[in-house]
T-cell receptor, first 110, second 115 residues
Framework: GEDVEQSLFLSVREGDSSVINCTYT??????LYWYKQEPGAGLQLLTY?????DMKQDQRLTVLLNKKDKHLSLRIADTQTGDSAIYFC??????????FGAGTTVTVRA | EPEVTQTPSHQVTQMGQEVILRCVPI?????FYWYRQILGQKVEFLVS????????KSEIFDDQFSVERPDGSNFTLKIRSTKLEDSAMYFC?????????????FGDGTRLSIL
């Protein structure tokens, strides 16, 4: 079955880059996603990458995918206090179902 | 920006009672989903729904659960006889089409507390 793993916590200083890592087991994953959850809110889609890509950049966000190692990362440049949230990695091998990691809680300190 | 809306934000129900969670997906979306997140655990897939029928469901989605699109805008999740272990945050999601390139957009969730 699908298994997605993330480190649980990350503390970063304001202005520095954050890197959140994720590993997955399903080699048939086609798309991988990053969602952000702020306190009391739902899951906000941040970005996603197709499995035949190595990298995708979207403003301050850079997604790196190492398909051989089944490793996905999200880099947030110039981290701001508003980036404090839980970040979820998710993957899908079919059209219907997302499998999520446990989420990484990012705390931005001044 | 269009969004998925869920009501209520918090539902408190006695064990054994029926509960209906409501969702209004994004208006031009065709695929609808329910997920749940038990406190401290991962977000888990429950069910997907397209063209008025279930496309896929997980082991969690047993006979106590049902989904319905009663009109052109709402998508509901019913739990027939709630158990304590049904306490969780329930998320509704929708997507524009089939295919992983059509990402799922989530609502803010309904926190269900079973007493």
């Amino acid at each position: 079955g699908e298994d997605v793993e993330q480190s649980l916590f990350l503390s970063v200083r304001e202005g520095d880059s954050s890197v959140i890592n994720c590993t997955y087991t399903d080699s048939s994953s086609t798309y991988l996603y990053w969602y952000k959850q702020e306190p009391g809110a739902g899951l906000q889609l941040l970005t996603y990458i197709f499995s035949n890509m190595d990298m995708k950049q979207d403003q301050r966000l850079t997604v790196l995918l190492n398909k051989k190692d089944k490793h996905l990362s999200l880099r947030i440049a110039d981290t701001q206090t508003g980036d404090s949230a839980i970040y979820f990695c998710a993957e899908t091998a079919n059209d219907y179902k997302l499998s999520f990691g446990a989420g990484t809680t990012v705390t931005v300190r001044a | 920006e269009p969004e998925v809306t869920q009501t209520p934000s918090h539902q408190v129900t006695q064990m054994g009672q029926e509960v209906i969670l409501r969702c209004v997906p994004i208006s031009n979306h065709l695929y609808f989903y329910w997920y749940r997140q038990i406190l401290g655990q991962k977000v888990e897939f429950l069910v997907s729904f397209y063209n008025n029928e279930i496309s896929e469901k997980s082991e969690i989605f047993d006979d106590q659960f049902s989904v319905e699109r009663p009109d052109g805008s709402n998508f509901t999740l019913k739990i027939r006889s709630t158990k304590l272990e049904d306490s969780a945050m329930y998320f509704c999601a929708s997507s524009a089409g089939q295919g992983s390139s059509q990402p799922q957009h989530f609502g803010d969730g309904t926190r269900l507390s079973i007493l």
